[in-house]
């Protein structure tokens, strides 16, 4: 406050708003750098109070895609994952077997928890992948992904049960 007071002595109007906005806004408003601390720290608490202030789990301003996930699933935070997915990251890249991939992160840091609760959220497990779990277990994580409707076996089998109308000429 005395540093708002000391400030402002010479501010008038509009300038002492734009610089009172400011100081509330590195104050209270959370960044890409919080949510990233909040997750190496292993802290949901922490996560969930960023994503709440409109930090986005996948930064749009640049850096890497996918990055707050991939460390969580590489430092084995299953719960902090489960929330990041459940708040918009993408489970699945283009290719999994790339390194950045959220399922080669938990792969590489040995975390079989959240290999199995990435399948389990719909992650696609590549042909030939070593998971560190059991074609049992792929197959359990996997019906629970089909039982809560993500992941490509739902997929598919919406677009089965989906009817086909033909048209008559």
């Known amino acids: 406050i005395h540093l708002l007071q000391a ?14 906005a ?11 750098i919080d949510l990233l601390k909040a997750i190496r720290a292993g802290r949901l608490k922490y996560v969930v109070r960023a994503l709440d202030a409109g930090v986005l789990p996948d ?14 699933c590489f430092l084995g935070h299953v719960d902090i994952v489960s929330e990041l997915i459940k708040r918009g990251a993408a489970v699945n890249l283009v290719d999994n077997r790339l390194p950045t991939s ?11 928890e959240v290999v199995r609760a990435l399948i389990q959220l ?8 070593e998971t560190g779990l059991s074609e049992h277990e792929i197959m359990l994580a996997k019906w629970i ?25």
């Open 145 to 169: 992904a089909f039982r809560d409707g993500v992941g490509e076996e739902a997929d598919a089998a919406a677009k089965a049960s989906e009817p086909v109308f033909e048209e008559i000429v």
């Open 102 to 112: 959220p399922l080669s992160m938990a792969v590489r840091g040995k975390n079989n």
């Open 122 to 129: 719909g992650a696609r497990v590549p042909e030939g992948m």
């Open 22 to 32: 400011g100081v509330f806004h590195r104050r209270i408003m959370a960044t890409q």
């Open 7 to 20: 400030h402002t002595a010479g501010c008038r109007g509009l300038e002492f708003l734009a610089f009172a």
């Open 59 to 72: 930064d749009p301003e640049g850096g890497e895609p996918g990055l707050a996930l991939g460390i969580a």
